[in-house]
């Protein structure tokens, strides 16, 4: 059994948690824990980051950061689909979504209103 704190697991499980790697991850946890109530988890039955990351969190007992990595990449092989990256970034980048334009009506000057002026 492998073992790590439980700070250094969080953060890996966080840090790998990648829904398009479930089915790879639940083949690894078959490996070691087939009796898992987690392996009849579906994504569909669950939020898919919550059960990946229950996933890792899990297989983490028993093997290290690198095997999982490893894993999917011969997993991804083995079975002729290829998901996503096997870096360890387990989430894929955010895409920039473009801004919504203002639907006011620019008059050229400052937003500023005028303010009275004192005479002495």
Known sequence: ???IGYRERNRIAQELAYDAHI???KDLLRRYA???SLLVRTL???NGATL???IIYTLLQYCTRE????????FGHSTGHVSGNFSGNAKPPKKNSP??????KSTGG???TPQSRKRS
């Open 1 to 3: 059994m492998y073992s």
């Open 23 to 25: 089915d790879a991850d």
């Open 34 to 36: 087939p009796k898992s």
């Open 44 to 46: 569909s039955s669950s």
């Open 52 to 54: 990946s990351y229950d």
């Open 67 to 74: 095997e999982i990595l490893e894993h999917r990449q011969t």
């Open 99 to 104: 801004k919504k334009k203002s639907t006011q």
């Open 110 to 112: 400052t937003s500023k």
